[in-house]
């Protein structure tokens, strides 16, 4: 697979490496935090820099354990030994980070390879796997899937409630007038349609509040009014025309199970080859990032949920603290 492949952008391999490096704790060292873009001072440019992730341990006697930093790079190619020499140079002037390692997707280019050993710099790859990778103390089942439980409405019905008529049928076939009042080629098709997608949020809304009622069962009716400001006009069989200010759309709540497209990535030490840990992720349906690792050492698993609007942030993360 090629990055192409994945739905995976930068920042979900930033948020994917915060939990992986939840699983890959040192021994006898207890993790006290794990952040993503957290500022570090840079002893040649006297100012702080973000690192990708940090991980900052503390001993079991509550002493000062070390911390780790990790540059991430979720690139479509190997990183090769101008890149990866940029971000040794960038680890290595932050006296603060006592294991310093870098992350890629793509993987590295064999000189890439030995800058960072003579650099003192770990180098791990996240590797994508189309089969669940093979852990000594737990596996995920080559039959695992990802599913999501979603609630929709189904059978939807439109009421077109026409002003200063209470008792009037429109065929769905009506058209709809433009400003100046001509006839276009939209229907009440159209209306319906346009409706549904402005009453989606007041949807979710009512959709939730019956949910969260006792003694709910399922499937269980809802409604929603959308209103219009500007009173769309429609042209009815005789040619007389009528204001739509409102449209009620009414159906019933149903329960479907979907399964997510979903994929495999595991972390690779490159210099021994050893998988460290693995995950498995995927989008739900309104594009949240679930993912569910797996450690190596000891069969922990841990989950994390990525809303939307976190993946899509066009800044860098900062100061973001998984624990």
């Not at 915060?18 to 957290?38: F, N």
């Not at 979907?258 to 080859?273: A, Q, S, Y």
Request: hydrophobic residues 35%; proline residues 5%.
């Amino acid at each position: 697979m090629t990055k192409k492949d994945s739905p995976l952008n930068e920042n979900d391999v930033h948020y994917i490496m915060g939990l992986i490096a939840l699983l890959t704790d040192q021994q006898g060292d207890i993790i006290e935090e794990v952040c993503l873009g957290k500022m570090v001072y840079d002893v040649d440019g006297e100012e702080e820099r973000d690192v990708d992730v940090t991980v900052k341990y503390s001993l079991p006697d509550g002493g000062t354990g070390a911390m780790k930093g990790i540059e991430v790079k979720h690139e479509g190619r190997k990183l090769d030994i101008i890149k990866v020499e940029q971000l040794c140079t960038k680890l290595n002037d932050m006296p603060d980070i006592s294991e310093r390692s870098i992350v890629s997707t793509a993987g590295y280019y064999k000189p890439a390879i030995r800058k960072a050993k003579k650099k003192g710099v770990r180098l791990y790859q996240l590797r994508q796997s189309r089969e669940p990778p093979v852990l000594p103390f737990a596996n995920f089942s080559k039959d695992f899937s990802m599913n999501s439980d979603l609630y929709c409405l189904k059978d939807p019905d439109f009421v077109f409630l026409v002003e200063d008529e209470d008792d009037l049928t429109l065929e769905w076939d009506a058209r709809l007038l433009d400003e100046n009042e001509q006839p276009t080629e939209k229907t009440l098709w159209d209306l319906a349609g346009d409706a549904y997608s402005r009453g989606t949020e007041a949807f979710n809304a009512a959709i939730q509040k019956v949910l969260e009622s006792p003694g709910i069962t399922l499937p269980a009716p809802v409604s929603v009014t959308v209103e219009y400001e500007n009173k769309p006009r429609v042209m009815g069989a005789d040619g007389e025309i009528f204001a739509v200010p409102k449209v009620k759309m009414s159906g019933t709540i149903a329960q479907e199970v979907r399964v997510l497209r979903h994929e495999f990535r595991e972390l690779i030490d490159v210099e021994t080859g050893e998988i460290l840990a693995a995950c498995a992720l995927g989008l739900t349906r309104d594009e949240n990032l679930m993912a569910f690792g797996l450690s190596q050492k000891t069969g922990t698993i841990k989950a994390l949920h990525v809303p939307l609007k976190d993946r899509e942030k066009k800044k860098k993360i900062r100061n973001f603290k998984l624990a």
